[in-house]
């Protein structure tokens, strides 16, 4: 049974910087597809970043590039989040999603199985 966990979320000021962290447990997959959506007040959730082991891919929105940045520390099952520069459009609950062992890339939220409950991640 997979289990996610989110913390890190807060608040922050435009051009300030926020990790999130993911604590995963419940599986031994090598292959698998992990990563970090959001969404905000009255929006679709959208993938920010994902990457799929399967094919060693990481994924990264437009609206990010260059500011957020994906990381795993695979001996501690955690999946960072590193937002700088952050934008008041930023602002959303974010969400951690797995999916394995198979992945189709996870840009899309239906690629994800697994989910943890949020983090808010508020910025003015």
């Known amino acids: 049974h997979v289990q996610l966990v989110e913390s890190g979320g807060g608040s922050a000021l435009a051009g300030g910087s926020l990790r999130l962290s993911c604590v995963a447990s419940g599986y031994t997959s090598d292959s698998y597809c992990m990563g970090w959506l959001r969404q905000a007040p009255g929006k679709e959730r959208e993938a920010v970043v994902a990457?799929?082991?399967?094919?060693?891919?990481?994924y990264v929105a437009d609206s990010v590039k260059g500011r957020f940045a994906i990381s795993e520390d695979n001996a501690k099952n955690v999946l960072y989040l590193q937002m700088n520069s952050l934008k008041p459009e930023d602002t959303a609950m974010y969400y951690c999603?797995?999916?394995?062992?198979?992945?189709?890339?996870?840009?899309?939220?239906?690629?994800?199985?697994?989910w943890g409950p949020g983090t808010q991640v508020t910025v003015s």
């Open positions: 990457h799929y082991t399967g094919t060693a891919t990481t």
């Open positions: 999603a797995a999916q394995l062992p198979y992945c189709s890339g996870g840009r899309e939220q239906h690629d994800y199985a697994y």
